[in-house]
């Protein structure tokens, strides 16, 4: 049984897609919600962000846009990450929208046996070298999605692809390419609904990349996309707080010794607090040599980590058992940032917030 | 301050995180390199570590006191996509790899979102059919690309992220030594999306 808990401010990240709704306006965001909503937790983060004006979902997997429609959201949801196992009659039938990179894809759609086509959106690849078809392959997937539209296999509905944020002049050159593309697959007969190209980076600061949806996904988690400037600098809150309990506190001697089932040694005597949170919890081990928890209105270091445990300094606090200690969470509050952490553990602000452990409960406040 | 802050010292000069035996040279020779302690190799090795090893060596992670066990996980994820590229061509986001010569990568459906650490991202490798291959370009949510050179390899073929030397796989002790934490946080991290299939 673990002891931390995320809590999650959905008024928070309401505010935040409500900002990003104007920025991308008149295009329309369709807010991603892949690895259970960055951590968030997948519906109640899916029904905030129709509230604050998303329009779209993007889920990742035909698995989770199954669970929302079962949940009862109706709106367009959109499913790119697809295995040999993929069901796609039940995405089809649950009138699921199919990102489709290769051909293999369509054959499988076609072969499917859904009593209604499916909806795809034909994916080229920009320079990201992920999925999508190559410049090569984009007119075969192209011409075979149009044939399998004309045997009622299918509905050819979007466009669309992945910007890989290098460099702007990178994002420049792989937006070029999409405009070809679409071209190019016009000129073959298609004739797209949507088009759709920018996530958070492209969405706030490449417009002529937004067409008819921006995908936006970390952003509306308070992190920032860039690297100059943070989630706070952009106007973003932060909606999850990641907190432990104190469980223990003691004054120790200097020398190695034991506290909280986790060693420890010290040159001098210090007090330490045994805090419920770990690795096991998601706490990201690479930055906990550098990074620091608010503790008693304080930031400290932590001195140990263990799966589910920390021993964090705590000299000169006044402590109890059970005061809550905010491992990440709001900028406004004073609090270390899940991009604080980042910084610590040289990745980026995704990765903490997507990696707490499924196992820490989420609370929903607003 | 100054106790805790020699204390800290103390973990930045080498005991972030406490990698545990068994390891091959190469491993040994990485691990000093990034200044972490192998504790089976510590005539220090007190109490609390020895306990410690005895959790983590019940999973195969580690060899308490010269006992030797078998990991007990493997982690693998399903190729989804194979292309050619050209030299030079760039890898995932940020372009942090281009391919030196003209070559094939795969799309594995696996990423940080479910435990695997981005900080693997260009330095750890996985495997298909008992051959590794380098993990390139940035590790993403929920993908990673393995540069596959002229491997056949198709959409549906198992990568394993890792598993047992003996199979060519790479293991959780590989993966630990390059993203900076002990192997037992990277069985303990896995994410939600991750099934655990129970095997014998």
Redesign the interface.
Known sequence: MTEAVATIDLAAFRRNVETLVAIAAPSEVMLAVKADAYGHGMLPVSLAALDAGATALAVLEVSAGLQLRAAGVTVPLFAWLHGTGTDFRAAAESRIDLGVSAVWQLDAIAESGASVPARVHLKIDTGLSRNGASAEDWPELVSTALHLQSQGFLEVYGAWSHLADASAADDEIALAKFVVAVEVATSLGARFEKLHLAASSAGIRLPEARFDYVRFGIAAFGISPFDDVDGQGLGLEAPMTLSAPVLDVSRLPAGRSSFGGLGVSLAEPATLAVVGAGFGDGIQASAADRAEVLVGGSRRRIVALGVDRMLVDADDLDLAVGDRVVVFGSAERGEPTAEEWAAHADSIGDEIVSGVSPRVPRRYLG | ????A???E???DG???EILSPVAPGDAALAAERGIRILADDAES????DA?DLGVGVYGLATPAGIATEPVMTLTA?V??V???TAG???????TYRAPSDTA?A?V?IG??D?V???GSNTASASLAGTAYPVV?RI????L?LDIGRAEVS??DTATVFGRADRGEPTALDWALR????A??LT??L???VTRIAAG
Do not use: F
């Open positions: 301050m100054s106790s805790l020699e204390a800290l103390l973990r930045d005991v972030d995180a007190q109490d609390d570590a410690r399903e989804v996509a292309k050619r590229v061509t760039g890898v995932s986001y940020g372009y990568i799309l459906s940080y979102a435990g650490p981005r900080l370009g993403a949510m929920d993908q690309v959409p549906g993203t900076r934490r002990p037992e946080a303990a991290g994410g939600r999306r």
